[in-house]
């Protein structure tokens, strides 16, 4: 970097002067040399000829502006331009880069909240499951505790679990759903440890849902199919569980208690498979 040269440089003779000088140095540039010049001497010439020019264009650039003047080696431009580019290239390589970190901290964000979200759908569904079954048994305790007048008075009357079973069939097949409730309740009260209490939990959730007492009636289901029972009223029992929880408003706990039952009766009859699309639709059960 060579120093600042600051002048108005109006005078005449300053100018005229270094008008001569240049003169002088171009003459002396022309002048045929008896030998040849060796490298250093042309490198001497060149970097002469090269101030000249330079003073030439200070003198008329003063004379012109009346204007201070800097006088900059020709090399240094180029390098500060190199340099320049140089450094916006590292600029724009920087932002690309900055650019890219910060999509990468957008997906991960975007992955931590799908995550936070599945647990938290999981912990819901569990939640409910858990009330449901509360609720279920809070109201078998409810409805244990507190008989209606018709099942005191069947209550008083010893009777055979056979006899008892038969007559809540048939009721049922005559249509007295409230008496046959009555007769299957007793049954599942005092003889709910016998092998026929889980189908007498069925046809009592059967008179419960006649009665549009969807709520007793999913409990009654949930009984009947408690450890998924290998018997012909099975799968017909889960189709009714699904049905009573769409009632109440709980299709999702619908929809899982009929993906169970391709997968634990496979050979459920086809009414029953008819049926639980049906009620896999009202639900609107995925897949």
């Known amino acids: 970097m060579k120093p600042t040269l600051s002048a108005s440089l109006k005078a005449a003779p300053f100018v005229a002067v270094l008008i001569a000088v240049s003169v002088h140095f171009a003459a002396v540039a022309q002048t045929p040399m008896p030998d040849p010049l060796d490298d250093r001497s042309v490198k ?16 008329f650039q003063g004379r012109d502006s009346g204007k201070p003047v800097t006088v900059q080696d020709a090399e240094t431009g180029a390098m500060l331009a190199t340099l320049t580019d140089r450094v916006g290239d590292l600029e724009q390589t920087l932002t690309r880069s900055n650019a890219g970190n910060e999509e990468l901290g957008m997906e991960l964000d975007r992955t931590k909240q799908a995550l936070a979200t599945s647990e938290a759908n999981n912990k819901a569904l569990g939640d409910r499951l858990a009330a449901l079954e509360g609720r279920i048994a809070s109201l078998e305790a409810t409805a244990a505790a507190s008989p209606t007048e018709e099942q005191a008075a069947v209550a008083e009357t010893p009777v055979d679990p056979d006899e008892l079973f038969a007559l809540g069939r048939k009721q049922m097949a005559d249509g007295d759903y409230s008496a046959a409730e009555v007769s299957f309740d007793r049954y599942v009260g005092e003889f709910g440890d016998t092998p026929k209490a889980p ?3 069925y046809w009592l959730g059967k008179t419960l849902s006649a009665r549009g007492d969807n709520s007793r009636a999913a409990g009654a289901y949930l009984g009947a ?3 998924w029972p290998k018997t012909s009223w099975a ?21 899982q208690a009929l ?3 391709p997968r634990r009766y496979p050979n459920a009859a086809a009414g029953v498979t008819t049926r639980a699309q049906a009620v896999r639709a009202q639900a609107k059960c995925a897949g």
Do not use: F, H, N, Y
């Open 44 to 59: 001497r010439l060149e970097k002469m000829e090269k101030v000249v020019r330079e003073l030439r264009a200070i003198v």
């Open 199 to 201: 189908e007498a939990r």
């Open 225 to 227: 199919v408690r450890g």
């Open 235 to 255: 799968p017909d029992a889960v189709v009714e569980l699904a049905r009573s929880l769409v009632a109440q408003k709980l299709p999702a706990d619908a929809c």
């Open 259 to 261: 993906g169970e039952l």
